[in-house]
């Protein structure tokens, strides 16, 4: 690989050990996959985890001096104050995190503990090359921004946070990011929960870029943000198009660069069905708690889900995932309060994925999000998925109907 001579120096040794371990792995990366050098990032979201294998990396980082040259963003784990507060974390799980946080903020990323960065806090402009990971956010930025990124994993955008570089190959290049796959949308795409199952139809749509056509002409950045989620969730996608709507996909002729696809799929409301069937519990039954926000809810969602409910109160629990940002809004407009008084908690900073919500073992939460419902079943939470009206109306009576 052809490098710079600030690259040299970072692999030599003269930014320090850390840097240097960096710059090694990202060239072994970048040879694995032919890259000829290494080209400068403007951004970076680390997936951090507060998980043994990656805290070590973390920690090791710190140990050998690394310091992030771009700031990156990170995902959530979970609130140390707010489940402190609630007192639902055991002393090990809090120490992981605290540990966690100690090894980032050393590190030298901004603490944002939020997977939707690409919403509003860590935003790249069309063309910017980044290293995103996390599966909802590296798709956003390639396919609704026009951004460049790989499908980088927590520890490779950490190293390109660190080095400030990314080995050039895949979607940085032009013709790596044209469409694949024709994607005929037939089913009807009522609102944003039908983009979660619409992304849940990975097994489907198999392996390649596809390219949607016949989905509306306005779509929410919720809505896209839940498609690249859920496409990350039963598949693995760091790029789509949505025919006459994403910026690299103007026509069809466009996103496919000239050329046929290779593959033509049509997904109807009976495809919907199926995927419903087959990652749902059945409806028409109790359910203990309701939990949104996987990706992370925006502020638009907190509102809506307050006026859904109105003057009623929640018969069960409900919890919100969002960043520190939109919770802070919350407060100031008075939202977080209001949801709080009929029994809705804005959680900031956290994750259905972790062991902070050990107390909801057993029990069984409506979502509208498969994602959501996808991780938390290795901790025996178990979960029915619906449009987010009807999980609204779930824990306003209990139960699904
Ligand atoms: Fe975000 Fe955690 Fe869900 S990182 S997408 S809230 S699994």
Same mark, same amino acid.
Not at 122 to 142: D, I, L, M, R
Not at 215 to 241: C, F, V
């Given at each position: 690989?052809?490098?710079?001579?600030?690259?040299?120096?970072?692999?030599?040794?003269?930014?320090?050990?850390?840097?240097?371990?960096?710059?090694?792995?990202?060239?072994?990366?970048?040879?694995?996959?032919?890259?000829?050098?290494?080209?400068?990032?403007?951004?970076?979201?680390?997936?951090?985890?507060?998980?043994?294998?990656?805290l070590w990396l973390a920690e090791k980082m710190v140990g050998l001096g690394a310091k992030c040259r771009v700031t990156p963003t990170v995902n959530?784990?979970?609130?140390?104050?707010?489940?402190?507060?609630?007192?639902?974390?055991?002393?090990?799980?809090?120490?992981?995190?605290?540990?966690?946080?100690?090894?980032?903020?050393?590190?030298?990323?901004?603490?944002?503990?939020?997977? $939707?960065?690409?919403?509003? $806090?860590?935003?790249?402009?069309?063309?910017?090359?980044?290293?995103?990971?996390?599966?909802?956010?590296?798709?956003?930025?390639?396919?609704?921004?026009?951004?460049?990124?790989?499908?980088?994993?927590?520890?490779?955008a950490l190293f390109a946070a660190i080095t400030g570089y990314v080995p050039e190959y895949g979607l940085l290049f032009d013709e790596n990011r044209?469409g694949t796959i024709l994607v005929n949308v037939e089913a009807e795409m009522k609102n944003d929960y039908c983009y979660h199952i619409l992304g849940?139809?990975?097994?489907?749509?198999?392996?390649?870029?596809?390219?949607?056509?016949?989905?509306?002409?306005?779509?929410?950045?919720?809505?896209?943000?839940?498609?690249?989620?859920?496409?990350?969730?039963?598949?693995?996608?760091?790029?789509?198009?949505?025919?006459?709507?994403?910026?690299?996909?103007?026509?069809?002729?466009?996103?496919?660069?000239?050329?046929?696809?290779?593959?033509?799929?049509?997904?109807?409301?009976?495809?919907?069905?199926?995927?419903?069937?087959?990652?749902?519990?059945?409806?028409?039954?109790?359910?203990?708690?309701?939990?949104?926000?996987?990706?992370?809810? $925006?502020?638009?969602?907190?509102?809506?889900?307050?006026?859904?409910?109105?003057?009623?109160?929640?018969?069960?629990?409900?919890?919100?995932?969002?960043?520190?940002?939109?919770?802070?809004?919350?407060?100031?407009?008075?939202?977080?309060?209001?949801?709080?008084?009929?029994?809705?908690?804005?959680?900031?900073?956290?994750?259905?994925?972790?062991?902070?919500?050990?107390?909801?073992?057993?029990?069984?939460?409506?979502?509208?999000?498969?994602?959501?419902?996808?991780?938390?079943?290795?901790?025996?939470?178990?979960?029915?998925?619906?449009?987010?009206? $009807?999980?609204?109306?779930?824990?306003?009576?209990?139960?699904?109907?």
């Open positions: 690989m052809k490098l710079t001579q600030d690259q040299r120096d970072l692999l030599e040794g003269r930014y320090g050990e850390g840097a240097q371990l960096a710059m090694k792995i990202q060239v072994a990366i970048g040879e694995s996959f032919g890259a000829e050098r290494m080209v400068p990032i403007t951004r970076a979201h680390v997936a951090l985890s507060n998980q043994d294998a990656d959530p784990g979970f609130c140390l104050s707010y489940f402190k507060r609630i007192q639902k974390v055991s002393d090990e799980d809090y120490r992981m995190m605290e540990r966690t946080e100690k090894a980032y903020r050393a590190l030298g990323a901004q603490l944002s503990y939020n997977c $939707t960065p690409y919403i509003d $806090t860590n935003v790249p402009t069309f063309g910017e090359v980044c290293a995103f990971s996390e599966s909802s956010a590296t798709p956003f930025v390639n396919a609704v921004w026009g951004a460049r990124s790989n499908r980088e994993g927590a520890n490779s044209r849940m139809c990975g097994k489907k749509i198999g392996h390649g870029i596809p390219v949607f056509t016949g989905l509306p002409e306005n779509i929410s950045k919720e809505a896209l943000r839940n498609l690249g989620a859920e496409l990350n969730t039963s598949g693995a996608y760091d790029m789509y198009h949505i025919a006459g709507f994403t910026p690299e996909a103007p026509d069809l002729e466009t996103a496919f660069g000239g050329k046929e696809p290779e593959r033509v799929v049509t997904i109807t409301d009976q495809d919907f069905e199926e995927v419903l069937e087959e990652i749902s519990l059945k409806g028409n039954r109790e359910i203990d708690f309701a939990m949104f926000g996987c990706p992370h809810f $925006t502020l638009e969602e907190c509102r809506h889900i307050l006026s859904r409910i109105g003057d009623r109160k929640l018969k069960k629990d409900m919890w919100i995932l969002t960043s520190s940002h939109v919770e802070q809004m919350a407060q100031r407009m008075g939202i977080y309060d209001a949801l709080e008084a009929v029994g809705a908690h804005i959680v900031p900073d956290s994750c259905p994925d972790q062991p902070c919500w050990h107390f909801l073992k057993g029990k069984v939460g409506v979502t509208e999000s498969p994602k959501c419902a996808y991780y938390p079943q290795r901790r025996d939470i178990h979960f029915v998925i619906r449009d987010l009206d $009807t999980c609204i109306e779930a824990a306003v009576s209990g139960e699904v109907r």
